[in-house]
Each structure stands twice: as C-alpha cells, then as structure tokens.
C-alpha cells in the first residue's frame, strides 16, 4: 500500500507565493515519476509540473517561470514553490506519484484559493 499526503494549500493574495509538500510513505520502490497536477472547478485535471526518475522536468506553459518543483528521493517527498500566483491558479492541486509498473497514485487534494 501507498499513501500519498499533500499540505500547504490555502488563500493567498494574488503575486503571493505558496509552497506545497508532499509525502509518499508504503511499499516505495521503483518509483518513476513524481508531480503535481490541478484541477479548478469545472475543468479537467491537468498537468502543473513533474520530475522523472530519469532526471527529466516537465512543467505546463501556464506556470513555466513561476512555479519550481524539487525533490528528495530518499525521503520520497516532492514540493512545489509556486510565486507570482494569479487568480487562475485557484485550483485543488494533487499529488501523484507513479510507478515503474505504471501503478499510479494520488493524494487527497490540497485547495490553493488566489484571491484578492
């Protein structure tokens, strides 16, 4: 079993910077990518950021220059800082941790509210 924790959500003003964490605890091994995805109300989950296991960073266009994803392997956490953040970045934001054998898994959510 794994268990996927995210914190660090909550309201901040617009240009305001948060920083999520998230920690993945379990039957850890083979882990081959490790990201953050959103989703805001009425649309679709997306892709905010992740880093693979072979060294490789991905980040959406929409957040490229504001957000930066880090993480320690051997404590299986990944962490978002996110600045500059606009009113369109409100969003519940989730973690995933996938696997080597494409078994994949979410935390529970973390609600980011950018307003004013």
């Known amino acids: 079993q794994v268990q996927v924790v995210e914190s660090g959500g909550g309201l901040v003003q617009p240009g305001g910077s948060l920083r999520l964490s998230c920690a993945a605890s379990?039957?850890?091994?083979?882990?081959?990518?490790m990201g953050w995805y959103r989703q805001a109300p009425g649309k679709q989950r997306e892709l905010v950021a992740r880093?693979?296991?072979?060294?490789?960073?991905n980040y959406a266009d929409s957040v490229k220059d504001r957000f930066t994803i880090s993480g320690d392997n051997a404590k299986n956490t990944v962490y978002l800082q996110m600045n500059s953040l606009k009113p369109e970045d409100t969003a519940v934001y989730y973690c995933?941790?996938?696997?080597?054998?494409?078994?994949?898994?979410w935390g529970q959510g973390t609600q980011v509210t950018v307003s004013s």
């Open positions: 880093f693979t296991s072979g060294g490789s960073t």
């Open positions: 995933r941790v996938m696997f080597a054998s494409s078994k994949i898994y």
């Open positions: 379990g039957s850890i091994v083979n882990v081959y990518s």
